[in-house]
């Protein structure tokens, strides 16, 4: 997505334009990094579907847009790369909205708040403030937000591709905690009942879902569906099936 010259030329143009719009102008291609439940995972019967409250909001803007929408399942830390290369057309990933990102790509008005926390094994009573994180092993997803605000408190930080990898790495006590977002831990924990959650005074974040800077009227497409959501009661119907 990704006989004569005039001929060549043309070919090339028309392949450059399918790049951008995910090969097919009634195709909407999001990516998205489907270990983060409950905004994206896999499931459903087959076992590979994606599935998620991100994904539910992508398929109602791809109708709103009167295009079928493609899921495209990636790392994390490749979604932008994707997305500004017209591999993909918009990132639903649960991806918080900061100054850095926006330097590279354009996010729709913000969908969902949320804010860090701290996972320890269930009798780890060590840590009760921000200070007490201070120099601890970190576990974190990569190319997160997570990512970058571990750096703050410690240079012990390994980073992997999903939650579910620096769970596991706390699980088997390499680390000393997870970073990770509030709604994605508190789903962990409810399957990992040797963890306990904590909340410390972290500023919030606000997710949003990144198009390309050379796509503004998709953004206003998505902007567009996602206040019609919250006004006709459709948004919260999401947020009360996918978020307990």
Do not use: W
């Not at 060590?126 to 190319?143: M, N, P, R, Y």
């Not at 790495?169 to 306990?196: M, R």
């Amino acid at each position: 997505m990704k006989k004569s010259m005039l001929l060549g030329g043309l070919t090339l143009t028309a392949t450059l334009l399918l790049a951008g719009c995910g090969k097919s102008d009634d195709v909407l291609v999001v990516g998205t990094n489907a270990a983060f439940p409950p905004f994206e995972y896999v499931g459903g019967q087959s076992g590979d579907e994606i599935k998620g409250f991100d994904i539910e909001l992508a398929k109602k803007i791809a109708k709103d847009a009167g295009k079928t929408l493609k899921v495209e399942n990636m790392k994390f830390d490749s979604l932008i790369v994707a997305l500004n290369s017209g591999k993909i057309d918009f990132i639903a990933s649960g991806m918080t909205i900061t100054a850095e990102r926006q330097a590279s790509v354009n996010f729709s008005e913000p969908y969902y708040e949320a804010t860090q926390v701290v996972l320890v094994n269930k009798y780890n009573d060590s840590i009760q403030t921000i200070e007490d994180i201070k120099g601890k092993h970190f576990a974190v997803q990569l190319g997160s937000t997570a990512d970058i605000m571990a750096k703050q408190y410690t240079e012990n930080v390994t980073a992997f591709n999903t939650g579910f990898e620096a769970i596991m790495e706390l699980k088997n006590a390499k680390v000393d905690l997870v970073l990770f977002d509030s709604e994605p831990a508190a789903n962990y924990l409810a399957k990992n009942p040797e963890l306990k959650l904590i909340k410390l005074d972290f500023p919030a974040e606000f997710y949003g879902f990144a198009v390309s800077k050379k796509q503004p009227e998709l953004l206003t497409s998505i902007n567009n569906t996602l206040a019609k959501m919250k006004a006709d009661g459709q948004y919260q119907t999401l947020v009360s099936t996918h978020i307990k």
